[in-house]
């Protein structure tokens, strides 16, 4: 089945540092990439759309310069959160859809991001 | 009224029951619907897919699609403990980038 690699599986910094994150498709082409974040016992959020070759999509109220988007190749989506604090401390997770119509969402393994 | 609405939970059944799960949504143009399990701490995984009316099934589970009625269910048959998890609702829209509508969720509990 499809899979996607996500790393780290687990950040602690100080505040101040900026973070990056890697998702990559291993068995297959995604022109498009999805990353999320979770927080504690609450639902999954979309926070941007990754398009190979173009600018990422951003969910309103999600700060594009906060969160740097990179989708430079069909396999690969980086996320760079820049310079952390606290309140960023979360669960990010990505995901990829293989081309054709249709096709679902299949997840990393996720970040756990945790800022002193 | 939200796009993809789901019952929080939590529901409870005992081991070996049948669980439930139900979906609704808003936009009738939407054309995949999905079910993804969420274990404590861990990403979703996808269950099941579905794409066209009826029942659609794969060992244990089984998708339910009534587009007319705007409803997508997942039974899952012989509940184990490990079915213990929240169950996401996805629904996929043509034309808007590919994004899924994400429900809140379901949490499950198989008490053994």
């Known amino acids: 089945g499809a899979v996607v690699s996500q790393h780290p599986s687990r950040v602690i910094c100080k505040s101040g540092t900026s973070v990056k994150i890697e998702c990559r498709s291993l068995?297959?082409?995604?022109?498009?990439m999805f990353w999320y974040r979770q927080f504690p016992k609450q639902s999954l959020m979309l926070m941007a759309t990754?398009?190979?070759?173009?600018?990422?999509?951003?969910e309103q109220g999600v700060e594009k310069d906060k969160f740097l988007i990179n989708h430079a190749s069909l396999t690969l989506s980086t996320l760079t959160v820049t310079s952390a604090h606290p309140e960023d401390s979360s669960f990010y997770i990505c995901s990829a859809r293989d081309r054709g119509l249709n096709q679902p969402q299949h997840f990393g393994d996720g970040t756990r991001l945790s800022i002193l | 009224q939200k796009e993809v609405e789901q019952n929080s939970g939590p529901l409870s059944v005992p081991e070996g029951a049948i669980a439930s799960l139900n979906c609704t949504y808003s936009?009738?143009?939407?054309?995949?619907f999905f079910w993804y399990r969420q274990y404590s701490g861990k990403s979703p995984e996808l269950i099941m897919s579905i794409y066209s009316n009826g029942d659609k099934e794969d060992g244990r589970f089984t998708a339910q699609l009534n587009k007319a009625s705007q409803y997508v269910s997942l039974l899952i048959r012989d509940s184990q403990p490990s079915d213990s998890a929240t169950y996401l609702c996805?629904?996929?829209?043509?034309?808007?980038?590919?994004?899924?509508?994400w429900g809140l969720g379901t949490s499950l509990a198989v008490n053994p």
């Open positions: 996805a629904v996929g829209r043509a034309g808007n980038n590919r994004k899924l509508i």
């Open positions: 990754s398009n190979e070759g173009s600018k990422a999509t951003y």
């Open positions: 068995d297959f082409q995604a022109t498009t």
């Open positions: 936009d009738r143009g939407s054309q995949s």
